[in-house]
């Protein structure tokens, strides 16, 4: 089979890493692919929102499978575009992808299908929202309806704060048309979980447990990220909590688009807060989070190109996952000044040290090749990726790993898996058996 992986960061090295370790993919490229992901698949320069260019290439190389990695594409409607040409592309058609899309669509959805969330208003007009500012009062949350790269939120512990992020969204447009509408909603308190399935639109399949940090520094300091670490699995989700979170959130929202004439195909993540062994939901994404797929990745055991061509094919029932019941855990390096404006092109050192890893796999996200040598090529760089017979074990694991790796001005977090330790100390992590 010749499968197209969309995208070109740590996610879409983990797909091609384990895609590759299926007996059926006999041709396997990565649109636009990176430095590490060269070493498993045939890179292509075509960028991730080039609908026209992949669809050519798809064509052109006769691709019996592209898997969508990052949301951009599927919001444009990739997966309609290739639909149509009768190319089959695994994630949801841009009515789905509507749920990360549009902060409003999602919440109104929430809404109607009963599912736990913040409680909520949304406002196309920004003296609406100020005034239910005013009266709901802070600490309240501030959201751009729109794609704003996972920097639209703004958490305001006052109201003059919320007025100033409506501000700031709905009359400066920082983030363009992202802020014509805003989402204002309740402040929740808890422990944020990732929580991925695996959907054809009518069978729901939940993923393994992970977490992920999003922000930049030790004790969850600084700004916001795309995620600087994550593990798996997560022990605040047991099984019981697990399958509150399949019945009243995962596939309510399934069924309740399916309702609305839209089948949902892919892999659903919502962000979660729990608190008192309650869910509710923060946001969807409509897909693999990174860098929680590079630690589901690690230990998914089941041949992801099956997995993949039954959700496309409405094939799910019926279907099992199976999981090494090692945990994994993921560092993420970054480069000075992620999350802002990064430097480029700085020379990697210590990767060939790793090549024969065993525990672990040190996943490529902003990484290019010049003149033979791995640099750095974005804010996020690597993903090392250990597996442990506990956490504990794996996060050390990871970060005796990441001590073979630098270039001038690499960070990273100190403190990735600490969350499942300290919980694990009060809950006595491993009686729960989840996954
Ligand atoms: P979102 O993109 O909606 O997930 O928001 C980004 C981050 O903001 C989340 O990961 C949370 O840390 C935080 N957040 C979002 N909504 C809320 C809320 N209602 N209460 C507390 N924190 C929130």
């Known amino acids: 089979m010749r499968v197209l992986v969309i995208g070109g960061g740590g996610r879409e090295h983990a797909l091609v890493w384990k895609l590759r370790q299926s007996p059926r993919v006999d041709r396997l490229y990565c649109a636009p692919g990176n430095a590490g992901i060269a070493e498993d698949a045939e890179c292509v320069p075509i960028a991730a929102d080039n609908l026209k260019g992949l669809v050519r290439f798809a064509e052109e190389r006769r691709i019996d499978l592209t898997i969508v990695g990052p949301e951009l594409p599927l919001t444009l409607g990739l997966v309609d575009r290739f639909t149509a040409a009768g190319l089959r592309a695994f994630g949801p058609t841009a009515a789905a992808a509507r749920l990360e899309g549009s902060k409003a669509f999602a919440k109104e959805l929430l809404r109607h299908e009963r599912v736990p969330t913040a409680f909520f208003g949304v406002f196309g007009d920004p003296d609406d929202a100020a005034r239910y500012v005013k009266e709901v009062g802070a600490p309240v949350v501030v959201k751009a309806d729109g794609l704003a790269a996972g920097k639209g939120v703004f958490i305001c512990p006052t109201v003059a704060q919320a007025l100033e992020a409506v501000d700031e969204l709905m009359r400066a447009r920082l983030f363009g048309d992202a802020g014509s509408r805003v989402v204002v909603e309740e402040f929740l308190a808890g422990e944020e979980v990732s929580f991925m399935a695996l959907t054809d639109g009518t069978t729901v399949l939940p993923l393994a447990t992970s977490q992920d940090h999003k922000r930049a520094l030790d004790g969850d300091r600084g700004p916001n990220t795309g995620g600087m670490g994550a593990y798996s699995p997560a022990p605040i989700v047991t099984p019981a909590l697990r399958d509150r979170i399949m019945g009243e959130i995962m596939e309510p929202v399934v069924r309740g688009l399916a309702r609305q004439g839209v089948r949902y195909m892919g892999v659903l993540y919502a962000g979660l807060m729990v608190e008192d062994g309650h869910a509710k939901v923060l946001e969807f994404n409509v897909r693999f989070g990174d860098p929680e797929a590079q630690v589901l990745l690690l230990r998914l055991r089941s041949d992801l190109l099956e997995l993949i061509e039954r959700a496309c094919d409405g094939r799910l029932a019926g279907a099992t996952v199976d999981w090494d019941a090692r945990a994994a855990v993921c560092v993420v390096l970054a480069a000075e000044g992620y999350p802002g404006a990064v430097e480029r092109g700085r020379r990697i050192e210590g990767l060939d040290a790793l090549r024969a890893w065993e525990r672990g796999v040190v996943f490529h996200a902003g990484t290019?090749?010049?003149?033979?040598?791995?640099?750095?090529?974005?804010?996020?760089?690597?993903?090392?990726?250990?597996?442990?017979?506990?956490?504990e074990q794996a996060v050390a694991e990871a970060y005796a790993a990441v001590g073979h790796i630098s270039w001038p001005g690499m960070h990273y977090r100190r403190d990735i898996g600490q969350r499942a330790l300290a919980g694990a100390a009060r809950r006595e992590m491993g009686a729960h058996g989840g996954t």
Do not use: E, F, Q, S
């Open 368 to 391: 290019k090749r010049t003149d033979g040598a791995p640099v750095t090529d974005g804010g996020r760089v690597l993903g090392v990726t250990a597996r442990g017979d506990t956490i």
